[in-house]
């Protein structure tokens, strides 16, 4: 329950400073996007780096366990299965990043996920027990 509570208090914190970062500096996400997809060797390094996370998250979480932990798991699951489409389909997810940095309201949208996501991991990590 430390580990699990640990992660969600670094994720959270991850999260929260991201999803402002997307809603507030929409230009500069757009700029970002536009370098990695120009840049082959950024996205193979962006896949070993998500595999490398997710499989950190699972090996320190407990799926069966309680709201946070399964939240934490799929977490750690959607980076693993992120990391395998960026190392096995970088022509692809440059094509999606672009389409991602042509329109605002998939920033904000985004952001907005990653915002809510982080109140619950701040939430849970840090104060509340429930």
């Known amino acids: 329950m430390i580990t699990t509570n640990i992660l ?3 994720f959270g914190m991850t999260f ?36 490398f996370a997710g499989s950190f998250i699972l090996a320190f979480s407990n799926f069966y366990g309680d709201g946070l ?3 934490l798991s799929v977490l750690g699951i959607l980076a693993f299965l992120k990391g395998i489409y960026l190392l096995w389909l970088p022509g692809h997810s440059t094509k999606l990043y672009k389409k991602i940095a042509e329109n605002n309201n998939v920033i904000i949208f985004i952001g907005i996920i ?13 104060y509340f027990n429930f």
């Open 8 to 10: 969600a208090q670094i």
């Open 16 to 51: 929260l400073f991201s999803g402002i970062s997307m809603i507030f500096n929409r230009k500069t996400v757009k700029l970002v996007i536009d370098k990695m997809i120009s840049d082959t060797g950024l996205i193979w390094n962006m896949g070993f780096l998500f595999i």
């Open 69 to 71: 932990s399964a939240l």
């Open 114 to 126: 990653a915002l809510i996501v982080s109140f619950y991991l701040i939430a849970k990590g840090f």
